[in-house]
């Protein structure tokens, strides 16, 4: 690997700040710096700093409309931090940086938003900018994030979530999942396996999607691939 002063510089993508930028705000808001009804406004005059970059070009609609719209319509509707029936979370956690052995690693990553519900469930919450999950199968994929983190909250709050959800804020949606010891630890094996995986490995060859490559890759810019299509 290189050494840090020699690396290139990662560059940003529109996706990615989008995100970035709507964390952001929600962020705020669980942190009591920006009320409910400063939001539509917070987003809307952030949008276009916030979100420097191009979307792709794209056959059937333009991307930054989309994206800025679906963010709007989701600020528009948002009343807080609030459960299906409208009651108030309790916020134990926001963008909580965590950090907790595995199976001879670290596991690092942030928490959304760890919150309590009316019934004292404990609740792990995660923002997500997609429209949706593609499949089944991919949303189970994404869980084990959630699982992974629950190690945490075991170790410091001495008891596992009760509920794992997502809320795919663009087209605000919430999936919710009740915690399962069994997916937890397929999910802990499956960080496992994959970091055993990645340590072995001796030649890493470039898995080319030629759109990641072309517009999402940090390292687009400077990469062969990445600058060989700009579809
Ligand atoms: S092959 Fe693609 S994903 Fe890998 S570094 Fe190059 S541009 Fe990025």
């Known amino acids: 690997m290189l050494p840090e002063d020699q690396r290139p510089v990662e560059e940003e993508n529109a996706f990615a700040q989008f995100g970035v930028f709507v964390h952001g ?11 409910v009804f400063e939001l ?6 952030g949008f276009d700093k916030a979100v420097s970059e191009g979307f792709p070009p794209n ?10 719209n679906d963010g709007f319509a989701f600020f528009q509707q948002f009343d807080g931090l609030t459960d299906c029936a409208g009651n108030d979370y309790e916020v134990l956690a926001v963008e909580q940086f965590i950090k907790t052995p595995m199976q001879g690693f670290w596991f690092r990553g ?4 760890l919150l309590k519900d009316a019934q004292g469930r404990l609740i792990v919450h995660d923002w997500k900018s997609l429209g949706r999950f593609k499949s ?39 999936e919710a999942f009740n915690f399962q010891q069994s997916d937890y630890d397929e999910a802990l094996q499956w960080a496992a396996d994959s970091v055993a995986e990645i340590c072995a490995c001796k030649k890493y ?15 687009r810019n400077v990469c062969e691939w990445g600058a060989g299509d700009k579809r």
């Open 25 to 35: 705000i929600l962020e705020q808001h669980a942190l009591n710096k920006l009320a």
């Open 40 to 45: 539509l406004d917070a987003y809307a005059d």
């Open 59 to 68: 056959s059937y609609c333009d991307l930054r409309n989309l994206y800025f």
């Open 110 to 113: 942030y928490i959304d938003l």
């Open 136 to 174: 089944k199968a991919a949303m189970r994929e994404y869980r084990r994030q959630l699982y992974l983190y629950s190690k945490w909250v075991y170790e410091h709050e001495k008891r596992m979530p009760d509920v794992l959800q997502f809320h795919l804020f663009r087209k605000q949606r919430t």
């Open 205 to 219: 060859p470039p898995s080319v999607d030629p759109f990641f490559c072309a517009h999402l890759c940090g390292y």
